[in-house]
């Protein structure tokens, strides 16, 4: 037998596991200092009080014969998909209950969507980039093309006319930048897709995180219900990393190479998913109720208020940054042209604080730098001023 010979084309991802070595050494070498951790893409506040309250009532349901449930419908129960809908009409998307299906998590969706489509089609992913877009490709074996995020468009890659795709990843507010697309780029990025008989595949992970008037869906721009798929995540927003739940979005309208895309999506997830757990579609649809949005609002502050801390420092210190405004993340350009393996080996030992270098994730990430607003507000606060101390 053979394997998948797609897989002997990735490249080893040293990143997290070289971070976490460099981290151990220096904690085990300096058991008296305090280290301080802004590279995780975790978060650590606890669930909402009432999505944990009915978490526990689902499970209750399902000890009482009366109440119990067997399999969920594959695209999520219509109450969940009713309260997705609703979710987006609160910032004036519309989108259907039946364009919604309930999954466990971005990653999977994303990592699977390329089910549905050739091995033949043309990849296109911004740089820097989340890796599970380019690896999950590279597993496929097709083929990717880059489009550059760097300064000269504020990390927010734009399309080139002269370069086609069949598929376009997008992710905005975007990780690692922190940037976020405003109406006037995606509308570029969806007449270029269309123009193309391209298909994007849109990542609002973040979008809870937007502050200012960007589009929190990519379905907020006209034209998109033609060429894109949206992907959207609890996780970040109401904490749900460890609880999985997250909902795709396919417009009924798109169709491609003859092929109405809702429907072959559908499929592929009747074939190889068995839908979400009831506690977990229970405490889904408490997030979206009024009391869940008041309760995830204030986890998203706090988080938001470390991302301010941390991108006042970097105006403080003069040092180019992108994010920490509408994202949790700040992308910072490694300081005295420090490369970002320099520049972490730096910040661990003087001022004993942990990020995440930048070359990780893509060939314009070198020399830049990624911080994180998911901690503890007293580390974040304690680290923003070592790391001002240490460079001013
Ligand atoms: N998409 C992006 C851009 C992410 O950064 C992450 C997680 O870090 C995910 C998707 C994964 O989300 P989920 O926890 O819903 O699988």
Known sequence: MKINSNFDNLVPNYLFAEVAKRTNEFIENNPDKKVIKLGIGDVTLPLAPVVVEAMKQGADELGNKDTFKGYPDYEGYEFVRKAVSDYYKSFGVSVSPDEILINDGAKSDSGNIGDIFSKDNTVLVTDPVYPVYVDSNIMAGRTI???????????????????????????????????????????????YANKNDAIIIYDAAYEAFITEDLPRSIFAVEGSRTCAIELCSLSKTAGFTGTRCGYTVIPKELERDGHNIYKLWYRREATKFNGVSWPVQRAAAAVFSDEGQRQIKENIAYYQENARIIASAMDELGIYYTGGKNSPYIWLKCPNGMGSWEFFDFLLEKANVVGTPGEGFGKNGEGYFRLTSFGDRDNTIEAVERIKKVLS
Do not use: R
């Not at 504020?154 to 905005?172: H, N, Q």
């Open 145 to 191: 093309v880059y489009a550059d995020s760097d300064a000269s468009n504020g990390f927010a890659a734009m399309p080139d006319e002269s370069v086609s795709a069949d598929i376009i990843y997008l992710c905005s507010p975007n990780n690692p930048t922190g940037s976020a697309y405003s109406y006037d780029q995606l509308k570029a990025w969806v007449d």
